[in-house]
Structure formats: structure tokens, C-alpha cells
């Protein structure tokens, strides 16, 4: 059994504070700070540029991959990390659609995070490909013969419903088309599977439940039967199959280090190293359960103890991420009113509450506590102060 | 005048090491290591998610970049930061092609850096243009009308050798083409002028001169003329006008920062700021100086101490960046042996050993002490042992 108050002890939440917005930005990891300080002092200022080799910084892209495919259901050597989501999102959709040259459509759902649809029709003007993008419960039945790429976060951003990637990827190929998982808010949330529903690509960042630090670095998975075949727009010379032959012209490495494309950020990936050393002991089915666990218990307290609040997740869990989020008409004030109490969640709008649930340090104490100071705010109304209604501007 | 002194003593350089290898990764600052470990425990661990506005690290991209652009020769507001150099370059590219889509042509040279190129072949390959990559001393003559960008790299990474940034911009405009110029070995290196050459954009790394350390984010520079026009091909959700409104359809925002693409590095982007504080007193004629100085004295030394050694440098410091190459048949092993007595530079195939000045911590002693190491192995032949010659894999 995984002992979920060993992985608490392991990060650092400020005094106070009952965190519910790992889904967004995870909390760090005590270890990260001085794992951190000492690749500053050890490496960067002692090995210069011998770390490349000495430190093993040029394959620490594959090592932390590596890591990170044990928790979403793929292989070693199948992952490889580097730049942003929407960066992989990029690479990831333009390889698939280019192994179906003669379809033109990227289809998607309105429930995916903006960027991911920025990012494809950016792709798409490019390359003479559409975007199409339907409701998420429209998604199967718009899977037909033209569509190249099937690109879909599993995960929905407000509302946690959780797609059924093993029966979409099904529906896919058997129209002919590829998917691509983007995997956000499923990545150390869920208990994901991509070798299992045989998915065909999948992206993911790690400052949420993976908890590498603000703007930690991407990662990107590609099956093994599409890794020697998947041919990248972004042709950088880390992803060359002799990076330092610096040949004049593009062979890409074997397999998905392919997708790798400028020099890695070795500072970032160390934070993010020792936040994955918090998942060692961390079975995926025993997160699955305890995330269940609290997520129902939250929806249970709030329906009891604040009856203002409408469920905007599913209900079933097995159609829900690791978060749940509920409406109310004063969301905004709400959720400021929470913050100021010490819960820490985030509001979308127009009337969206959201929570993220991530098993490794959220505890059922701190699903109680949480669903006593919303019940509080509701009664009292002490949300209805003006300080909780003015928007922070954020440029 | 610019005190050279102090900003050595703001570097970590360890002991009994020649560091001439700043062109490919910069030491360390000192105040680096504290000024990330306090951010992580300040901001990331305290703040947590309210650390996007109270930590500033939304704005970070752009105020990291107001402080690079006073070092090219740029205007506050021009700038941002980002990603990888790679990645930068298939913006600055992308971009200007499609702002000259009646032409074909991304032309480029032999002394650009490889990455630079394969970027540009998957683009073209992408969008239907065509990359001609002609030998450097050719470049202005093949400038014609059929040419829509310009991609060079001012300071060629083997030879040091500069382009004339004002006259081929002048050229390319008269041909009614558009430059993109990667500074990659200049930002830092030498007295960039992007606005008095009249560039129209252009891109760079900051791991090098620039000292941001191993895989720091890279920066972009649009033209003001170009900024509100330029259309990325990457569209992420940070270059989108209102990120936060979390809308389904891609406004650019205004300016360079539809450049932004994903969120924002912010540990790397620490590092990098603590770095830039090195350059707050200096003088970018004075750098210029300063770095002529130091490469004229390191080819005088090296051309009357160490005859077997051959320039592959232009001779002429106005056609030269920050850095000196020299060429030995056995290259590879008077590099090992050079680097076993502390004095650390770098080998490039076939035959070519090289030498970065950076002017903020090199100064002559470190230009006299390496010549006479190298005159030293030269003379007794102690580059001729088995264990230089080895070579180790990167893989």
C-alpha cells in the first residue's frame, strides 16, 4: 500500500494553508530546493561545460522521461521531455497529420484548454489542414474518414470530466485516424494507460500534479510502432541522430528522442527530478482510489453543507478526473473569500469554482476543513465584502 | 568606464581553470544560486499558484527581455523571452516568410549553425518554401528577388567570423527580402545594433555570453514595424491577447509578446535574471574593446609562441566576434591536453580548436597564462598521449 503520509511529509505547504490547486500549480517538494542549489554548485559552476557529458545532463531529457512513463502506462525509452505543452501539442499534432497526408481535419472538443486549439489551427493555416472542434459528448460521432488527427485533452480543465481514451482511440483507428492525448490533467492525477488504449501520441505538462515547478519542462510520448516513422516540423539539432557531427542537413534520431529539439533546460529538469523521486514508492492504481476517495468525499460535504453550490463535474467517478468543480453566481467572491481563509482554489469564469484534488499530499482532514470554510463563507455570506469582488488584473 | 575587475569577481570560476569556453555555456554568476534557492523558497513555496502575479512571473518574459534588449541595441518592450533558441529561430522565420508569401526562399550559409538550418529545411518542407544555403562569402550575392527572409547568424560558431549585419540587412531590404539574424554568439559577445542596422528580427541563447546557465530560455526581438503584423505559426495560449479569457479562437496579443508561446520558465528565467545583473554597469563599447584587446593579444601570443597552429579566424578584428579558432592536425588531442592543464576550450570537427574571450571574466593574464600552456604541450609533443586521443561518447 502506498503510504500517501510519508508523500505529504515530502512537500513544503505553507502554514495554514489547505491546498487545492495542485491542478494547476503543484506545491514543491522539500528536496527540490537543495537538489537545485547543488547542480548550481556542483555542476553548472564546478563541471562548466563539461557537465554536458560528466553530469549526464545530455540525457536527462530520456532519464526524467523515463520517470514519467512509468505513471502514464508507457515504456522506458518512449518518453522525452523538453519545452512547453503547446510546443508539444504542436509536435505531436503535426507528426500524426502528416502519416495521414490525404485527410485534412483535426478534430477536437470545446472542453479542450484553449491552447491546445490556438496551437492546431496556428498548425492548420500552415499547413493546409482545418480544425474542427465540437462538443465534447459530439466527439465519437465526429470521428469519420476525414479526419487525420484526433487531438483531445483527457482531462476537461473546468470541469474534470475524464474522456474514454481507450474507447476514442478505438473509434479513431478504426476510421483511420491517429489521436493525440494530451495529457494535463491526467498526468500523477489518473491512472493512465496509453500503451493500453493504445493511443498513438501523447503531450503533458509537469507543474501541475507532477509538481516539477512553475513552467517545469514538457514531455511527449509517442507509441513505439509511430517513433522511427514520426517525421517533426520542429527539426532541432538535439533531435538530430548526430548532434554534434553538426551535419548541414536534418536526420532525426531513432525513436522519440526525435521530438527533442533546442538544449534541454538542465536547471528546470533538476527541480523536476527530485519532484518525481516523490513517486518512487507510489502505486498508480492506489493514487487512482485515494483520488476517488477524496473527490467523493468533497462532493458528498458540499452537496450536505452548501446546498448554493451546483456540481458542474460528473458525478460518476469513473468519468472524473482528480478535480471537481462547482457553479455558483458569485463564484468569483467565493472563491476569494476561500483564499482569504487559508483554501487555496481557482475560479474560471463566469461562475466556476474549481478544486484540484491531488493524492499525494491532499488528506481527507483537508477535504473536512475545506467543505467547514465554504459551508461558513455560504451562511455568513462573508463573501459579500467588496475586497472579494475586485479582479486582480494580471498583465 | 566599465570596471572589468568587478564583474570577474561576480562570476564563480573554479580553481586553477582558464575558462575560454563561455561561448558554448557561461560560469555561474555567485549571486545565481542564492537568488534561485530564495525564489523557490519564497515564491514558489509560499505563494504557490498566487505567485503568477504577487512573484511578477507573468511579466518576468518580457522584463528579462527589456534588460537583453539594452544589449542588442534594442528598445524596451521589444523583446521576450522563451523556449529555445531553436524554437525562436522557427518563429522569426516562420513569421517573416509568411509577411513575403509570393517568395520561396529562406536563404542562409554554411557557417550557420546547424540547428538554424534544419529548423528552416522543416519549415520549408512545412510550408512550401525552399531553403538555399549558399558558402558566407557568397551570401550578398545571392540576395534577389526571390528570396523572402534572410537567416544568418551574425558570428559564425567555428570561426568567430562577423557578418555585416547593417549591410546585408540593406541589401536584403533593397531585394525586398526580410533578415532574421541569430545572435547567438554576439548577444553579449559583441556591440550588437539591431535598430541602427535597421533588422528586422531577430533571436538568440543566453547560456553563453550571456551566462543564464545550462538550457536558459531564449530570447526574440521583432522589429517594432513587424511586431503588430508578424503572425506565428506557434500560437500559445501566453501570446495569446488575453490568455486569461480563456477564449476558443487565437488574438495575438499586441507587440513582440504574441512570441510568448507556453507558460513561462520561471526558475530558469531567475537564474537568468541574477545573471543579467552582472551587466548592469557595463558598457557595450567598452565590451567591444575589451574583447578586441583580448583576441588580438591571444593571436599575437598564440602566432609567436605556437607556430605549429594555424588562424582559422579572420585576422581583421571588425570581421571577428568574441571568440579566436586556430587549426592542428591533431586538434582533438592538444584540446585534451590543454584542458587537462585547466585551460578549458573547445574542439570542432575536423581540426579546429576553439577559444571564446568573454570580457566580463577573461582578462589578459588568462589570455598570456593559456598561451604559454599551449606553447608548453606544443613543445614537448605532451598532447601525443593515448588517453587525449580517446574520445568520449555523448551518447
Redesign the interface.
Known sequence: MTDFDKTKQAF?L?QG?T?L?GN??G??PKA??AR??NM??DE???M??????KAG???QPRKVGDRIARLIGAGPGQVVM??????KV?QAV?AARAMRPQRRVILSD?GN???D???A???A???DAELR?VAPEEVAGAIDDTVAVLMITEVDYRTGRRHDMKALTQTAHTAGALTVWDLAHSAGAVDVDLLGCDADFAVG?T?KYLNG??????FIWTHPRHADAAQ???????G?RA????????QPAPGVERMR?????????T?LDAALDVWDDVSMPDLRARSIELTQAFIAGVEEHCPDLVLNSPRDPAKRGSQVSFRHPQGYAVMQALIAQGV?G?F??PDVLRFGFAPLYVDLDDVAHAVQIMAMILKDKSWDREEFHER?S??
Chains 1, 2 share one sequence.
Open positions: 513544503h505553507p494553508v491546498y490547486d494547476s500549480l506545491p514543491m527540490a530546493k537545485v542549489a548550481m554548485a553548472w559552476s564546478e562548466l561545460i563539461t557537465g554536458w557529458n545532463w545530455y540525457v523538453g519545452d512547453t505543452l503547446s510546443i504542436f503535426s470545446s484548454f484553449p491552447s486549439l490556438y496551437v489551427e496556428g498548425l493555416r500552415a499547413v472542434v505538462c507543474y515547478g512553475p513552467g517545469a519542462p514538457a517533426p516540423i520542429l527539426q532541432g539539432w538535439m538530430h548532434p554534434f557531427a553538426f551535419d548541414q542537413s536534418y529539439v533546442g538544449t534541454p533546460p538542465v536547471i528546470a529538469l527541480a487555496i481557482d474560471r469564469a486582480a494580471v498583465t
